[in-house]
């Protein structure tokens, strides 16, 4: 599509071609990404996630985890109100994460994530979405290497998400799939990718 605008010039109309705004937007993509670190987290009071803090002595970095026990099934959550341009469809996630010191290469880790919406007077106890597992494998052993994994399947909020909902979500490490690794794996954070569709409207 192109608009034709009229501008004015010395002694007649010049005529001027303006791309569609549309293909400006998709140029900048039509997808949205959301930060959750462990910091904005909570461990479950039943098989929670142990959190934690280290210090990364030559330069001074701390960083903050949740430790996942390689045995049994530990949880943690967080709550966001997504952005209202969200097209309240499917989700995806991503987990950057390391291993204890005693991880070793090749190891496997697997990490689950769901969740559901909970809109104006619905009940805070609602059965959570199916729940989708990524596999991920330790590239250096111990705690000193960043891991990024790649993207869940794409994840169905539970219930009937609208605009301006709650979404819960809940974290898990799913010991009893393909996961090897006997150390813990310690959780930095969450990054959860949205589709961008829907018009913003004024409160």
Request: charged share 15%; aromatic share 8%; with cysteine.
């Amino acid at each position: 599509m192109t608009w034709n605008i009229g501008v004015p010039a010395v002694g007649n109309q010049l005529t001027a071609d303006i791309p569609d705004i549309q293909e400006n937007l998709d140029c900048l993509g039509p997808y949205g990404v959301i930060w959750v670190p462990a910091e904005a987290m909570t461990p479950t009071v039943t098989n929670g996630a142990e959190a934690g803090s280290t210090e990364y002595a030559t330069q001074d970095i701390m960083v903050n985890y949740f430790a996942f026990d390689g045995a049994t099934e530990e949880f943690v959550s967080f709550n966001l109100v997504m952005p209202e341009n969200w097209n309240r469809s499917t989700v995806k996630a991503k987990f950057y994460w390391t291993g204890a010191a005693g991880a070793d290469a090749a190891e496997t880790v697997e990490w689950e994530i769901g969740g559901n919406a909970i809109g104006n007077d619905e009940a805070i106890d609602a059965a959570i979405g199916t729940a989708q597992v990524i596999s991920d494998t330790v590239l250096t052993a111990g705690s000193a290497r960043v891991h990024i994994s790649g993207a869940t399947p794409a994840i169905t909020i539970g219930g009937t998400p609208a605009l301006g909902d709650l979404i819960h979500f809940k974290v898990s490490r799913n010991v009893g799939g393909t996961d090897d690794m006997d150390d813990d794996a310690w959780l930095l954070g969450v990054a959860i990718q949205y589709t961008i569709s829907n018009q913003i409207s004024a409160w």
